[in-house]
């Protein structure tokens, strides 16, 4: 057949009559992979076969004796003009003698016009019309040189059918399925075996014609479930007491070669194949039950984890079996079929299966859990970053299948180990290592030594965290196993959470909890929060208002908890008594009760007491005593007056006191016991409490250990206060809530009507549900649920959107588009979201606006700020500004006007603690931005350009806005937008905070499956922006913020760049063929994900899945293999310590102390 030439693409193809072959290796053998391409500009079949039908068909059937009913119509074909004076010389006799000797180079001869007819028939185009004759005579050849009978066979002609008939089952060629049961009856021949039992063509080494034999598999996995009870035509005439061929019949056939082909394949590439068409068995299989209602009767017995081994329930077992088998005997030294057995494994554990195969579930997260063992006692000098790329995928598997089966962890063996392996990941060691496996590891080492199994016996005592030296494999896998305890604790049982699976942490932020905080008062130069940051990686964020909802009297704080897995929040009371009790202001104490009073005193004795005895006057004086004169002998005339006065002011005192005192014992004798005045009562209920301080006291936190400086100063103590008067803690904090705390990837949807080479013309298919196929529409819907920009609180393909609710609940239905082929979820108003534990996935269908959007902004931006590439308003995307928040955060009087909206992501927290009076450097609280502007709803919302002032440098560039047909009026942007240096202060997160490799992943829909050699990629890149691009350095309102990446590595490297594309056309039969191309890749050691693979053919029910999970595990595998990537926790407790070291309060205890009992920390 005529072909073009291989990769790289020339700017013309050669001639079609220069390519008569597939593609040769350097050796002289045919390799599959540099098969040759063909021609763009081909003629069509019947034209080929038009010029060499005679010279093929009789070339191919030379020397076969054919069956009587085929015999006759081969002696009455047309015979071609070209070749019909040398016709006679060239026929064969069709009933020659099979029991005389073979020609070997008679069979080659048969071999090559049989590989002939296969490229031709191959090389159909969509919609191409070839004439029934041809496919009859073709089909003829096909029969007889499938044979695979001892007697008959040819290996010559059996290989070059298999090797050239790739495609065979996935070009539309009308009654292809006749072929069916003997290309299956074929390939078994050749995939059971590890060794061919017959002649293989000399120019086909075997493993590449057992990768054309999987091929041909691939393309027949969904056709027993698809055509299911349909008969298969004979080309003989079957004998009556044999029951029809049906497709249905076949699929057993078709899984237990799968199975065996896996079991025997040694190939690495082979073996990837086999294991993404595994995962399209299965799936299918359990969807296809699901539909149809069937379910394991309850006769049946669970304990056996294959009761059936038809049913979806019997194949899962099967597949985790004998997949992880081969995982652990042959597989773990092969980093590609390791991954793509852990990424079959993580599809097969969210496969629904009713009832669940549990013992098969255990018994897989056992084997996961030594394999992690197994690759973590490797010796030093097999580790490498492949090794532990391996042990990361590893763990993030275990953390889907703990997820999807929760009830896992409720088997004592199995949460046993997988915390022993959680142990292992993160110190290196396990505290108590079975004796069997120090045996292993280290007999191998040193098998003389006879000391090795005395150590860290079962028998010994574990070894404890605080005496462990720490020593992981390495800090990816360390971080990798933290983030599986984390899921194990936060997330196993509990996903998705209340509000849904957009976000794994809570929605509550400052602002939203201050709306309902009682009270307004307003610390004089603080915020309401009172922040804290433990152990160098949690800031705990402390409101001690009471909230709305709390009518207790009881000491109640409020904690915004941000640590590396996320945000959550928490309202704590301190009770003394059970809920039961009713709570109130007065004391619970009883009155304990008083004697009678009793006015009997008895008799009371008046008693004069003397100083001295009364026989002290009868003793005579002394000199001694006379020594002290008595006073009237010293005094004169006036000092005599005086004391004379002196003594009547005493006297007329003591008649007071006399009088007081009668007075007092009259009133007291009148007042009624008991009195008042005096009364015991028990004290009034405190109402007003340090609800921080007791927060930290009661849990341990204020100890002299906690707040003493480490003896290595670069370490900050256990317990530190963060200073709130400075203002960028805010901003820090809004950043902080920003990293999201699970991996997110964007997929971008096209469709391709039949010679479309412009974007414009690709991009306007989507506009209209009737350019489209209804089974696109209904592909979109698989592949996500929708959602809308302005109330989703996760991933939204664009940075400038996500993350944030920028808009109310209430939302008009006649906002949307409607009658669009997929244009609605353009990223503009919605777009398709789908999300698991491990990641979320955004899918956007570009339309023509959004294009106008992203290439004008990009055009005008980068004129004037190339680095601010994620800024809404460079991207054009103003109509999603959130709208302006007049009560602060910290304020606890929202203005009504902002009640209005709901906003669960922090947007401007430095913005909203300027207004509330917090940043010394603003003017009054209530300051506007810059630029506003007014909605016709009468809210006022601020434009995303509001940092941008008129006296800025450098020329501004105006960039008008096109709004989309269905946008509503209240988020129409502005009709000019002035776009000059940019400064980062807000919107969303920064550029700067993201790391890993720029993955793109376009799904294209083709109508006509040749146009995916035409499709324009580089055209179309720029509406595949999501703001992640950029990196390095950003300026920020108040200076310049370091990228995360910049915390490891000190050298900025030129930015990974990875596109792949996956192309989907409909076959006429129902069925999808899939086309892979990585058209853009940096230099790499993984081949490309699985469970999609190259020239697949899939079902309507598996597509939209299949496709999902091959874009998250083709993201998951570069982010993998990227030196670049952090994982987000890492990410999050890397700002976390950045900000301990911006903000920290440094004070002695005596001051952290006497901070505590005062507003704000001095």
Same mark, same amino acid.
């Given at each position: 057949?005529?072909?073009?030439?291989?990769?790289?693409?020339?700017? +013309?193809?050669?001639?079609?009559?220069?390519?008569?072959?597939?593609?040769?290796?350097?050796?002289?053998?045919?390799?599959?992979?540099?098969?040759? @391409?063909?021609?763009?500009?081909?003629?069509?079949?019947?034209?080929?076969?038009?010029?060499?039908?005679?010279?093929?068909?009789?070339?191919?059937?030379?020397?076969?004796?054919?069956?009587? +009913?085929?015999?006759?119509?081969?002696?009455?074909?047309?015979?071609?003009?070209?070749?019909?004076?040398?016709?006679?010389?060239? +026929?064969?006799?069709?009933?020659?003698?099979?029991?005389?000797?073979?020609?070997?180079? /008679?069979?080659?001869?048969?071999?090559?016009?049989?590989?002939?007819?296969?490229?031709?028939?191959?090389?159909?185009?969509?919609?191409?019309?070839?004439?029934?004759? /041809?496919?009859?005579?073709?089909?003829?050849?096909?029969?007889?040189?499938?044979?695979?009978?001892?007697?008959?066979?040819? !290996? %010559?002609?059996?290989?070059?059918?298999?090797?050239?008939?790739?495609?065979?089952?996935?070009?539309?060629?009308?009654?292809?399925?006749?072929?069916?049961?003997?290309?299956?009856?074929?390939?078994?021949?050749?995939?059971?075996?590890?060794?061919?039992?017959?002649?293989?063509?000399?120019?086909?080494? /075997?493993?590449?014609?057992?990768?054309?034999?999987?091929?041909?598999?691939?393309?027949?996995?969904?056709?027993?479930?698809?055509?299911?009870?349909?008969?298969?035509?004979?080309?003989?005439?079957?004998?009556?007491?044999?029951?029809?061929?049906?497709?249905?019949?076949?699929?057993?056939?078709?899984?237990?070669?799968?199975?065996?082909?896996?079991?025997?394949?040694?190939? +690495?590439?082979?073996?990837?194949?086999?294991?993404?068409?595994?995962?399209?068995?299965?799936?299918?299989?359990?969807?296809?039950?699901?539909?149809?209602?069937?379910?394991?009767?309850?006769?049946?017995?669970?304990?056996?984890?294959?009761?059936?081994?038809?049913?979806?329930?019997?194949?899962?077992?099967?597949?985790?079996?004998?997949?992880?088998?081969?995982?652990?005997?042959?597989?773990?030294?092969?980093?590609?079929?390791?991954?793509?057995?852990?990424?079959?494994?993580?599809?097969?554990?969210?496969?629904?299966?009713?009832?669940?195969?549990?013992?098969?579930?255990?018994?897989?997260?056992?084997?996961?859990?030594?394999?992690?063992?197994?690759?973590?006692?490797? @010796?030093?000098?097999?580790?490498?970053?492949?090794?532990?790329?391996?042990?990361?995928?590893?763990?993030?598997?275990?953390?889907?299948?703990?997820?999807?089966?929760?009830?896992?962890?409720?088997?004592?063996?199995?949460?046993?180990?997988?915390?022993?392996?959680?142990?292992?990941?993160?110190?290196?060691?396990?505290?108590?290592?079975? @004796?069997?496996?120090?045996?292993?590891?280290?007999?191998?080492?040193?098998?003389?030594?006879?000391?090795?199994?005395?150590?860290?016996?079962?028998?010994?005592?574990?070894?404890?965290?605080?005496?462990?030296?720490?020593?992981?494999?390495?800090?990816?896998?360390?971080?990798?196993?933290?983030?599986?305890?984390?899921?194990?604790?936060?997330?196993?049982?509990?996903?998705?959470?209340?509000?849904?699976?957009?976000?794994?942490?809570?929605?509550?932020? %400052?602002?939203?909890?201050?709306?309902?905080?009682?009270?307004?008062?307003?610390?004089?130069?603080?915020?309401?929060?009172?922040?804290?940051?433990?152990?160098?990686?949690?800031?705990?964020?402390?409101?001690?208002?009471?909230?709305?909802?709390?009518?207790?009297?009881?000491?109640?704080?409020?904690?915004?908890?941000?640590?590396?897995?996320?945000?959550?929040?928490?309202?704590?009371?301190?009770?003394?008594?059970?809920?039961?009790?009713?709570?109130?202001?007065?004391?619970?104490?009883?009155?304990?009760?008083?004697?009678?009073?009793?006015?009997?005193?008895?008799?009371?004795?008046?008693?004069?007491?003397?100083?001295?005895?009364?026989?002290?006057?009868?003793?005579?004086?002394?000199?001694?005593?006379?020594?002290?004169?008595?006073?009237?002998?010293?005094?004169?005339?006036?000092?005599?007056?005086?004391?004379?006065?002196?003594?009547?002011?005493?006297?007329?005192?003591?008649?007071?006191?006399?009088?007081?005192?009668?007075?007092?014992?009259?009133?007291?004798?009148?007042?009624?016991?008991?009195?008042?005045?005096?009364?015991?009562?028990?004290?009034?209920?405190?109402?007003?409490?340090?609800?921080?301080?007791?927060?930290?006291?009661?849990?341990?936190?204020?100890?002299?250990?906690?707040?003493?400086?480490?003896?290595?100063?670069?370490?900050?103590?256990?317990?530190?206060?963060?200073?709130?008067?400075?203002?960028?803690?805010?901003?820090?904090?809004?950043?902080?809530?920003?990293?999201?705390?699970?991996?997110?990837?964007?997929?971008?949807?096209?469709?391709?009507?039949?010679?479309?080479?412009? @974007?414009?013309?690709?991009?306007?298919?989507?506009?209209?549900?009737?350019?489209?196929?209804?089974?696109?529409?209904?592909?979109?819907?698989?592949?996500?649920?929708?959602?809308?920009?302005?109330?989703?609180?996760?991933?939204? !393909?664009?940075?400038?959107?996500?993350?944030?609710?920028?808009?109310? %609940?209430?939302?008009?239905?006649?906002?949307?588009?409607?009658?669009?082929?997929?244009?609605?979820?353009?990223?503009?108003?919605?777009?398709?979201?789908?999300?698991?534990?491990?990641?979320?996935?955004?899918?956007?269908?570009?339309?023509?606006?959004?294009?106008?959007?992203?290439?004008?902004?990009?055009?005008?931006?980068?004129?004037?700020?190339?680095?601010?590439?994620?800024?809404?308003?460079?991207?054009?995307?103003?109509?999603?500004?959130?709208?302006?928040?007049?009560?602060?955060?910290?304020?606890?009087?929202?203005?009504?006007?902002?009640?209005?909206?709901?906003?669960?992501?922090?947007?401007?927290?430095?913005?909203?603690?300027?207004?509330? !009076?917090?940043?010394?450097?603003?003017?009054?609280?209530?300051?506007?931005?810059?630029?506003?502007?007014?909605?016709?709803?009468?809210?006022?919302?601020?434009?995303?350009?509001?940092?941008?002032?008129?006296?800025?440098?450098?020329?501004?560039?105006?960039?008008?806005?096109?709004?989309?047909?269905?946008?509503?009026?209240?988020?129409?942007?502005?009709?000019?937008?002035?776009?000059?240096?940019?400064?980062?202060?807000?919107?969303?997160?920064?550029?700067?905070?993201?790391?890993?490799?720029?993955?793109?992943?376009?799904?294209?829909?083709?109508?006509?499956?040749?146009?995916?050699?035409?499709?324009?990629?580089?055209?179309?890149?720029?509406?595949?922006?999501?703001?992640?691009?950029?990196?390095?350095?950003?300026?920020?309102?108040?200076?310049?913020?370091?990228?995360?990446?910049?915390?490891?590595?000190?050298?900025?490297?030129?930015?990974?760049?990875?596109? /792949?594309?996956?192309?989907?056309?409909?076959?006429?039969?129902?069925?999808?063929?899939?086309?892979?191309?990585?058209? %853009?890749?940096?230099?790499?050691?993984?081949?490309?994900?699985?469970?999609?693979?190259?020239?697949?053919?899939?079902?309507?029910?598996?597509?939209?899945?299949?496709?999902?999970?091959?874009?998250?595990?083709?993201?998951?595998?570069?982010?993998?293999?990227?030196?670049?990537?952090?994982?987000?926790?890492?990410?999050?407790?890397?700002?976390?310590?950045?900000?301990?070291?911006?903000?920290?309060?440094?004070?002695?205890?005596?001051?952290?102390?006497?901070?505590?009992?005062?507003?704000?920390?001095?």
């Amino acid at each position: 057949s005529s072909k073009a030439s291989h990769a790289p693409k020339a700017p +013309s193809a050669p001639p079609a009559s220069a390519q008569t072959t597939t593609g040769i290796a350097a050796a002289g053998k045919l390799v599959l992979d540099t098969q040759l @391409p063909y021609a763009p500009n081909r003629p069509k079949c019947n034209s080929i076969l038009h010029l060499f039908d005679a010279w093929l068909f009789d070339a191919a059937l030379a020397g076969v004796k054919l069956h009587p +009913s085929h015999a006759a119509q081969a002696k009455e074909r047309r015979a071609s003009s070209f070749i019909e004076s040398k016709h006679s010389s060239l +026929s064969m006799d069709l009933h020659a003698d099979t029991s005389s000797p073979r020609d070997s180079a /008679y069979q080659a001869g048969r071999a090559e016009a049989c590989g002939a007819l296969c490229r031709i028939f191959c090389a159909h185009k969509t919609g191409e019309v070839i004439l029934p004759e /041809y496919y009859a005579r073709f089909y003829l050849v096909m029969y007889y040189g499938l044979q695979t009978d001892e007697a008959i066979v040819s !290996g %010559e002609v059996l290989s070059s059918i298999l090797f050239n008939s790739c495609s065979l089952l996935r070009c539309d060629l009308t009654g292809v399925q006749l072929l069916l049961p003997h290309l299956l009856q074929a390939i078994e021949l050749v995939l059971n075996r590890n060794t061919p039992d017959f002649r293989l063509c000399e120019q086909i080494p /075997y493993s590449e014609l057992r990768k054309a034999c999987i091929h041909i598999l691939l393309s027949m996995l969904c056709l027993p479930l698809h055509f299911k009870d349909l008969e298969i035509k004979d080309f003989i005439k079957r004998p009556d007491d044999k029951p029809p061929v049906t497709f249905l019949s076949l699929r057993t056939r078709i899984t237990d070669l799968i199975r065996v082909a896996l079991t025997n394949e040694t190939d +690495s590439q082979n073996t990837q194949m086999l294991l993404g068409g595994f995962m399209l068995v299965v799936e299918d299989l359990a969807l296809c039950e699901q539909a149809d209602n069937l379910l394991l009767q309850p006769q049946h017995d669970l304990s056996d984890p294959d009761p059936q081994g038809d049913t979806a329930f019997g194949l899962f077992g099967h597949t985790t079996s004998l997949v992880c088998n081969r995982l652990m005997a042959t597989w773990k030294t092969d980093l590609n079929v390791a991954l793509a057995a852990m990424e079959l494994l993580s599809g097969l554990a969210k496969v629904k299966i009713r009832p669940p195969n549990m013992i098969m579930c255990k018994r897989t997260v056992k084997w996961m859990c030594d394999l992690i063992v197994f690759q973590c006692s490797r @010796p030093a000098p097999s580790h490498s970053r492949d090794l532990h790329s391996m042990l990361c995928a590893a763990f993030k598997c275990l953390q889907l299948w703990l997820v999807e089966h929760n009830s896992l962890l409720y088997d004592r063996e199995c949460l046993h180990q997988v915390l022993e392996v959680v142990e292992l990941g993160i110190s290196g060691s396990k505290s108590q290592p079975k @004796p069997q496996e120090v045996q292993t590891v280290k007999m191998k080492l040193d098998k003389d030594s006879k000391s090795v199994s005395m150590k860290n016996r079962a028998s010994d005592p574990p070894k404890f965290k605080g005496n462990k030296e720490l020593m992981p494999a390495s800090m990816r896998v360390k971080d990798a196993a933290e983030a599986l305890l984390t899921c194990i604790i936060d997330q196993v049982g509990a996903f998705p959470p209340p509000c849904g699976p957009e976000s794994l942490f809570s929605l509550l932020d %400052e602002r939203s909890l201050l709306k309902f905080a009682k009270g307004s008062s307003l610390p004089e130069h603080g915020s309401l929060f009172r922040y804290f940051v433990i152990d160098n990686s949690v800031i705990v964020g402390l409101l001690e208002q009471p909230l709305g909802n709390i009518e207790d009297p009881l000491p109640t704080v409020t904690a915004l908890i941000r640590g590396a897995f996320g945000r959550h929040a928490w309202t704590m009371q301190l009770r003394h008594s059970p809920r039961t009790s009713k709570v109130s202001s007065r004391a619970h104490l009883s009155d304990p009760g008083r004697p009678i009073p009793d006015d009997n005193v008895g008799v009371q004795h008046n008693v004069n007491h003397r100083y001295f005895p009364e026989g002290v006057e009868k003793i005579t004086q002394t000199k001694a005593d006379k020594s002290i004169p008595p006073l009237e002998s010293v005094l004169t005339e006036s000092q005599a007056a005086d004391v004379d006065k002196m003594g009547q002011l005493i006297e007329q005192v003591s008649t007071f006191e006399k009088e007081i005192s009668l007075k007092a014992k009259t009133e007291r004798e009148k007042t009624p016991f008991p009195d008042p005045a005096t009364e015991c009562r028990p004290p009034r209920v405190c109402n007003e409490y340090q609800t921080a301080r007791l927060f930290l006291s009661h849990y341990g936190l204020l100890s002299l250990e906690a707040l003493k400086e480490p003896s290595n100063s670069s370490v900050p103590p256990d317990l530190v206060m963060l200073d709130t008067t400075n203002s960028g803690l805010y901003t820090d904090l809004e950043a902080l809530d920003f990293i999201p705390s699970r991996d997110n990837d964007t997929v971008h949807i096209f469709y391709v009507k039949p010679g479309q080479k412009l @974007p414009a013309n690709i991009l306007a298919n989507v506009v209209s549900y009737s350019n489209v196929q209804p089974q696109f529409v209904e592909f979109l819907h698989s592949l996500g649920w929708p959602v809308d920009v302005r109330k989703h609180a996760g991933w939204t !393909g664009h940075v400038a959107t996500s993350w944030k609710i920028t808009e109310p %609940e209430e939302m008009d239905d006649t906002d949307y588009q409607c009658g669009t082929g997929g244009s609605l979820y353009d990223g503009r108003q919605q777009v398709l979201y789908w999300a698991d534990v491990l990641s979320e996935v955004a899918l956007l269908v570009p339309s023509p606006d959004s294009f106008r959007l992203r290439t004008g902004a990009a055009t005008t931006g980068s004129a004037s700020a190339p680095a601010s590439g994620s800024l809404s308003s460079e991207l054009g995307l103003d109509n999603k500004t959130p709208p302006t928040h007049r009560g602060g955060p910290y304020t606890s009087s929202p203005d009504p006007a902002s009640t209005a909206v709901t906003s669960t992501k922090p947007s401007t927290l430095l913005f909203e603690a300027e207004k509330a !009076g917090l940043v010394s450097s603003v003017g009054p609280s209530n300051q506007r931005p810059t630029q506003q502007q007014q909605s016709p709803s009468g809210k006022g919302s601020t434009s995303s350009t509001s940092s941008v002032t008129a006296g800025d440098a450098g020329p501004q560039t105006l960039l008008q806005q096109q709004p989309s047909p269905g946008t509503p009026q209240e988020v129409l942007p502005p009709v000019t937008v002035p776009i000059t240096n940019v400064r980062y202060r807000r919107h969303g997160r920064q550029p700067g905070l993201m790391s890993g490799p720029d993955t793109k992943v376009l799904v294209v829909w083709l109508e006509s499956f040749e146009d995916h050699e035409n499709f324009p990629v580089a055209e179309l890149l720029p509406v595949t922006s999501t703001g992640q691009e950029q990196q390095g350095s950003v300026s920020t309102g108040s200076g310049t913020a370091s990228t995360f990446a910049s915390t490891s590595s000190s050298q900025q490297k030129p930015p990974e760049k990875d596109i /792949y594309i996956i192309f989907i056309h409909a076959l006429q039969n129902s069925l999808f063929r899939l086309h892979l191309v990585e058209y %853009e890749k940096t230099q790499s050691k993984m081949a490309m994900a699985i469970p999609l693979v190259d020239g697949m053919v899939v079902s309507r029910r598996t597509l939209g899945s299949l496709v999902r999970q091959t874009a998250i595990n083709i993201c998951r595998r570069r982010r993998l293999e990227s030196e670049s990537y952090q994982p987000p926790h890492v990410r999050r407790k890397l700002k976390i310590q950045d900000m301990v070291s911006k903000y920290r309060c440094t004070l002695s205890p005596s001051e952290f102390y006497t901070a505590l009992f005062q507003d704000i920390p001095k």
